[in-house]
């Protein structure tokens, strides 16, 4: 069982930073790939960024966040990151981090694919 807790979200202005965690419970968490994903309101939740360390670190970015968006993890802190620079409005939305036992790079942006997910942090980008 994984427990995901997400922090770092809140209200900032066009062109600002934030660095969402991502903190897991559980001994094995660093071998479990891991996304995020945002839901906007009255939108559907979707795809941000993955990560995977094992057994070659690989990320992967939805098209909207290439360039701006990085995604990290620490694995001895049992947490992973989402630095976001140059946010935009269009960037406010509810991010979630999930994990998944599925260890493969395949339908990384299926949310159905994850088995734990965070209550959500809210990321407000004010113009």
């Known amino acids: 069982q994984v427990q995901l807790v997400e922090s770092g979200g809140g209200l900032v202005q066009a062109g600002d930073s934030l660095r969402l965690s991502c903190a897991a419970s559980?001994?094995?968490?660093?071998?479990?790939?891991t996304g995020w994903f945002r839901q906007a309101p009255g939108k559907e939740r979707e795809f941000v960024a993955f990560t995977i360390s094992w057994p070659s670190r690989v990320t992967r970015y939805a098209d909207s966040v290439k360039g701006r968006f990085t995604v990290s993890r620490d694995n001895a802190k049992n947490t992973v990151y989402l630095q976001m620079n140059s946010l935009k409005p269009e960037d406010t939305a509810v991010y979630y981090c999930?994990?998944?036992?599925?260890?493969?790079?395949?339908?990384?942006?299926?949310?159905?694919?994850?088995?734990?997910w965070g209550q959500g942090t809210q990321v407000t980008v004010s113009s």
């Open positions: 999930a994990a998944r036992q599925q260890r493969t790079l395949s339908d990384v942006d299926l949310e159905t694919t994850y088995n734990y």
């Open positions: 559980g001994r094995t968490f660093s071998s479990y790939p």
